[in-house]
């Protein structure tokens, strides 16, 4: 009877991961001698690096202001351009508005006063 049973470390088989190759660079001894070019050699490779850094901040900047349709906006709303731009109008539709009112009134003085040149005229 026991014998009819499988058996549990035949089924459960060793889960196999691919070994990912890891390619390092290359280390060299340097002698007593060489620390002080290794330092001037190391101080040089951390400058590059930091000028490399750099560059890749600036395109990651420029990256993020372009659009995909090739548009170059800022992020975000400006909220300022616009209110500006209402009170603009505003001043502006004031203006004309409050420029034909005067104007109907200035036209409607000068005609009651023709008018009434004209009757004095006759009437005399």
Known sequence: MASSLPSFCSLNKPFYRPKAHKYYSQVRSQSFMDEGKSA???DA???ILRDRMEEVKKKERLNKCNLQNGWNYQAGYDNKHKG???LSES???IGTVSGAVGLV???GSFLICLA???VHLSSS
Do not use: D
Request: net charge positive.
């Open 45 to 47: 490779n951390l400058r």
């Open 116 to 118: 009434s040149i004209l």
């Open 91 to 93: 001043i502006q539709l």
């Open 105 to 107: 009134f200035f036209t």
């Open 40 to 42: 001037n050699i190391v």
């Open 84 to 86: 500006v731009a209402i």
